[in-house]
């Protein structure tokens, strides 16, 4: 792949996933879905890396309305942080499925673990990188 000359820009999108780790069996789960991006970038659609924080840098809240008892849970929370980049006339990929495969796993990736979420933010934006 051709590299962008300094000063031009290269656009992708930016998933960042929202991930708990608070106990061994979520760190597994976690461990599952870095996997799952090491083997993303043999597919040649930007994902050359990742980032993500460690556990106790984030923490969050959550009104949970299910249990037996309402109440406010708090999560460690992890970000993962992945570019893509898959153009639109790319017949052979497509961004939406890719971040929905994303997704899917990291939910199989904790239920095999014994802790299935009931919800997993991953959000999307573009971004451009100035070389």
Not at 31 to 40: A, C, G, Q, S
Not at 64 to 87: E, P, R, Y
């Amino acid at each position: 792949m051709p590299t962008a000359s300094a000063g031009e820009q290269e656009e992708r999108t930016r998933v960042t996933c929202h991930l708990p780790i608070n106990n061994a069996a979520e760190e597994k789960a976690f461990k599952e879905i870095i996997t799952y991006l090491d083997r993303l970038r043999r597919q040649h659609i930007g994902v050359d890396g990742y980032t993500y924080s460690d556990p106790a840098a984030f923490f969050g809240r959550w009104w949970n309305v299910g249990a037996a008892q309402s109440g406010w849970v708090c999560d460690k929370i992890t970000l993962l942080i992945v570019d893509f980049k898959i153009d639109l006339t790319n017949p052979q990929f497509s961004l939406s499925e890719k971040v929905a495969e994303l997704k899917n796993t990291i939910h199989l990736s904790y239920a095999k673990y014994g802790r299935p979420q009931e919800e997993i933010w991953v959000v999307t934006h573009k971004v451009a990188r100035y070389t």
